[in-house]
């Protein structure tokens, strides 16, 4: 053959927790370590040898079942050259094609991608990877909440209470207390940020461990690889480890911002209750922008706390660079000017009580 053969390869229907080794099918943490185990002995560079030898060794998937999520006598291995290096899918019930034959690597997309990148691509079990960068986000709705509930108080709750007037009766109370509550609620916000990184890091590495972040981000998520060569296509390119360094870097800052966000917020009000309220508001209202105002919003909500933290927003911001510099400059713009405003808002209503 002289053209690359590019295997359809977008699982719509399969689920990471199945394997089937010579008729026996395993589900679960079970599925998960049997996987891990057949893995271990052809992890390293991706060669033909190691490809005929799956395929010998394991066979190709032929077996179809309606309600199963994937062919039910795969395992990560044939699934793998299934997806890649044959000439099967399996996009839903309906709309399969049983794998007949495997191809060279250099005839693929996998060979195309060694050229273009130099490299050569790597077999590793990186459902570990797979699982942070899918587990991450909701990791920082969990501490955006926290973060909501946590820090709307930190300046309300003076108002309320009536403390207020006691602090700002004292020398440099003003400047002091401010200083000392926006230290502590950022600290505070990096602390559950990190919290909640890694606790999904130790929960990833225990059950599927944590090998190929040299892997390209595309075959670590399972998804097809485009190398149409007037698209940009990070997620066939970039290696796992860089997106994962760059979406932490993302998410941390969706986090400060919202952080940010919510002092201002606090500052403003003399009520714990109407903080909490009005923060939540803030934090969510972009999510209604998008729908209302679609792709003409975007770019700006693109670059909220809310958006900020799913991987697909990443994706999207290393796809495009005018998206990419509207979005980040409207964080940074929101996280300076929340600092600044709450500073001056909370200043400004010291004799309100």
């Given at each position: 053959?002289?053209?690359?053969?590019?295997?359809?390869n977008v699982k719509s229907i399969r689920v990471d927790g199945l394997c089937a080794i010579e008729g026996t099918n395993f589900r679960g943490l079970e599925a998960v370590r049997k996987n891990r185990q057949i893995t271990e002995a052809?992890?390293?560079?991706?060669?033909?040898?190691?490809?005929?030898?799956?395929?010998?060794?394991?066979?190709?998937?032929?077996?179809?079942?309606?309600?199963?999520?994937?062919?039910?006598?795969?395992?990560?291995?044939?699934?793998?050259?299934?997806?890649?290096?044959?000439?099967?899918?399996?996009?839903?019930?309906?709309?399969?094609?049983?794998?007949?034959?495997?191809?060279?690597?250099?005839?693929?997309?996998?060979?195309?991608?060694?050229?273009?990148?130099?490299?050569?691509?790597?077999?590793?079990?990186?459902?570990?990877?797979?699982?942070?960068?899918?587990?991450?986000?909701?990791?920082?709705?969990?501490?955006?909440?926290?973060?909501?509930?946590?820090?709307?108080?930190?300046?309300?709750?003076?108002?309320?209470?009536?403390?207020?007037?006691?602090?700002?009766?004292?020398?440099?109370?003003?400047?002091?207390?401010?200083?000392?509550?926006?230290?502590?609620?950022?600290?505070?916000?990096?602390c559950i940020y990190f919290g909640a990184v890694v606790l999904d890091l130790v929960m990833c590495a225990a059950v599927f461990g944590l090998d190929g972040l040299s892997c390209p981000l595309g075959i670590t998520m399972n998804q097809?690889?485009?190398?149409?060569?007037?698209?940009?296509?990070?997620?066939?390119?970039?290696?796992?480890?860089?997106?994962?360094?760059?979406?932490?870097?993302?998410?941390?800052?969706?986090?400060?911002?919202?952080?940010?966000v919510t002092l201002c917020v606090s500052a403003h009000f003399h009520s714990c209750f109407h903080a909490v309220m009005v923060s939540s508001a803030c934090w969510g209202m972009p999510v209604m922008i998008r729908i209302f105002f679609?792709?003409?919003?975007?770019?700006?909500?693109?670059?909220?706390?809310?958006?900020?933290?799913?991987?697909?927003?990443?994706?999207?911001?290393?796809?495009?660079?005018?998206?990419?510099?509207?979005?980040?400059?409207?964080?940074?713009?929101?996280?300076?000017?929340?600092?600044?405003?709450?500073?001056?808002?909370?200043?400004?209503?010291?004799?309100?009580?």
């Open positions: 053959m002289n053209e690359k053969t590019v295997s359809p052809y992890k390293g560079v991706l060669t033909d040898e190691k490809v005929r030898d799956i395929v010998g060794k394991y066979g190709l998937p032929k077996k179809v079942e309606r309600d199963y999520p994937g062919f039910c006598d795969e395992n990560y291995l044939n699934a793998f050259v299934t997806d890649y290096l044959s000439d099967g899918y399996l996009y839903d019930w309906d709309n399969y094609r049983i794998p007949t034959r495997i191809y060279p690597i250099s005839e693929t997309v996998i060979g195309e991608l060694e050229e273009a990148s130099g490299e050569q691509i790597s077999l590793y079990y990186a459902r570990g990877w797979k699982t942070f960068i899918e587990v991450l986000q909701y990791a920082m709705i969990m501490a955006s909440v926290l973060i909501l509930s946590g820090i709307s108080v930190l300046f309300a709750e003076e108002g309320q209470t009536g403390m207020k007037q006691l602090i700002f009766t004292t020398k440099e109370g003003i400047q002091k207390d401010i200083a000392a509550k926006t230290a502590a609620a950022f600290t505070l916000t990096v097809q690889l485009s190398l149409d060569r007037n698209v940009p296509h990070p997620e066939a390119c970039m290696q796992t480890g860089s997106f994962i360094g760059i979406l932490l870097i993302v998410s941390l800052l969706a986090i400060l911002v919202l952080c940010a679609g792709r003409f919003a975007y770019a700006l909500m693109a670059g909220t706390p809310v958006f900020l933290i799913f991987y697909n927003n990443t994706l999207e911001l290393l796809l495009f660079q005018i998206l990419r510099v509207i979005s980040l400059t409207f964080a940074i713009t929101l996280l300076v000017v929340g600092i600044v405003c709450g500073y001056r808002g909370y200043k400004r209503n010291r004799f309100i009580f």
